[in-house]
């Protein structure tokens, strides 16, 4: 039986058989990862408290044939600020299912395991719940290659609006931003692509084409302290999230809970 060991995020835990736990695993080398941790829902497990969603933990496991299985198991951060506040626990579990639905299994997943560790510590430590979101879609999506452009037209590479040498842009001062062309389209490639072209897109405003930029472009560290227009902000969360549905061709469950309870406290 051969065992390995890796550093794991805790996605998602589901019970399985009567007493042992499924989860689903984000791991550096191996991408998505589902095993089962056997007698973990018993009370005298050790097992138990390592595997809890947005753990960061540390696991020994063995390989099987359809199902890997955890040996042990070692806390390396717990998130429990995460499960403590209503919000944020909502934000944490979308996270975790967006990471599911694009992290491939089986495959090198560093860079995806970095940006999803940090996004949980800055839920944790108090970071704008909105703001972070947004910047964990758009790293997201630009690591898993769907990454929408906010500079430069994904079409023509004209410059759009906000970016040296911009263009005048078109609707008032607003650019276009189509998921199905992978971002913002200059007003000519708009105009060559019409109605069949451009569904399911919106407009955005300046403060929102340029609040994508700084997120795509900021150090983790600089999240906490970026202050967007609240309505850049909203602009912004439909665009990621028409791009979202367009690469997952669904829109995340998750999604919606976060919307229903983000301003509880």
Known sequence: MALYKTEAIVLKAEDFGE???????????????????????????????????????????????????????????????????????????????????????????????????????????GARTDVTLRYFELQLLRLAGFGPRFDRCPACDTPVLGAPGESAGVGGGRTYFSPAAGGCLCPACLGRAGDAGTGGGLWLGAAAVGAARGLLNCRPRAVPALRFPAVALAELGAATDACLRHVLEKRPRSLAFWETVRGYS
Do not use: N
């Open 19 to 125: 007493s042992h736990r499924l989860v689903t695993l984000l791991t550096p080398a191996r991408g998505l990862v589902r095993a089962v941790a056997k007698g973990a829902r018993r009370p005298t497990s050790r097992l138990a408290g390592a595997l809890l969603p947005f753990t960061h933990a540390r696991l020994l496991l063995w390989q099987g044939r359809s199902l890997d299985g955890i040996s042990q198991a070692e806390v390396r951060q717990s998130f429990r600020a995460l499960r403590e506040d209503l919000p944020r626990m909502a934000g944490a579990l979308y996270t975790c299912e967006v990471m599911g639905e694009l992290v491939p299994e089986m495959e090198e997943s560093a860079a995806a395991f970095r940006l999803h560790r940090t996004a949980l510590g800055l839920l944790a430590v």
